[in-house]
């Protein structure tokens, strides 16, 4: 089956820093590429996603990059406030199979 | 309000115990999937299911078991519990399709004793 490694488990950068999330996955056949966040006492939340078929995604601070050859993807961060301290989780999944695999999460810490 | 429920928020039982945890939701999505989250292990898979009467195991399913008679309703059983059954335990829904948003429960955690 699939597996997803995370790196690193935690992350501490101070606010305005940038920060970056690498994950790293087994299965060849994984196309799509989400991540999650989340907040104390909450459930995971989807902040955005990246498919296969693309290699680079945007949304305001965020961005994720996708190496399929390398099979790795990472979370980048820019401009970090501390309403982002939370635990991020990246996951991949293929079209062939219903679940998603998770990897075992980063702590970010913002200090301001 | 529309969303995810999960019932109850906190448990505590000793070993041995039958324990149900409840979840509801209430999009009509055709799959709902139950994870458990430990300090160290991330989040990890424990069954899933793609609509109603129709189940699957996950990465962890042992010590467990579910049902889904309803589209809307997928509890998750544990028999017998075990101390290594304490975690926080999510349950979430996806609208179809193999791929696409999960939409989680804001968490259930159990602790036996």
């Known amino acids: 089956g699939e597996n997803v490694e995370q790196h690193p488990s935690t992350l501490s950068v101070q606010e305005g820093d940038s920060a970056v999330i690498k994950c790293t996955y087994s299965d060849s056949a994984s196309n799509y590429f989400p991540w999650y966040k989340q907040e104390l006492g909450k459930g995971p939340q989807l902040i955005i996603d990246i498919r296969s078929n693309v290699g680079e995604k945007k949304d305001q601070r965020i961005a994720v990059t996708l190496n399929k050859t390398a099979k790795h993807f990472s979370l980048h961060i820019t401009e970090t406030q501390p309403e982002d301290s939370a635990v991020y989780f990246c996951a991949a999944s293929s079209s062939g199979y219903s679940t998603l695999t998770f990897g075992k999460g980063t702590m970010l810490l913002v200090s301001p | 309000d529309a969303g995810i429920t999960q019932s109850p928020r906190y448990k505590i039982t000793e070993t041995g115990r039958q324990v149900t945890l409840m979840c509801h939701q209430t999009w009509s999505h055709s799959y709902m999937f139950w994870y458990r989250q430990d300090l160290g292990h991330g989040l990890r898979l424990i069954y899933y299911?793609?609509?109603?009467?129709?189940?699957d195991k996950g990465e962890v399913p042992d010590g467990y078991v579910v049902s889904r008679s309803k589209t809307e309703n997928f509890p998750l059983t544990l028999e017998s519990a075990t101390r290594s059954q304490t975690s926080v335990y999510f349950c979430?829904?996806?609208?179809?399709?193999?791929?696409?948003?999960?939409?989680f429960g804001e968490g259930s955690r159990l602790t036996v004793l």
């Open positions: 979430a829904s996806r609208e179809g399709g193999s791929t696409g948003e999960l939409f």
């Open positions: 299911s793609a609509a109603a009467d129709i189940t």
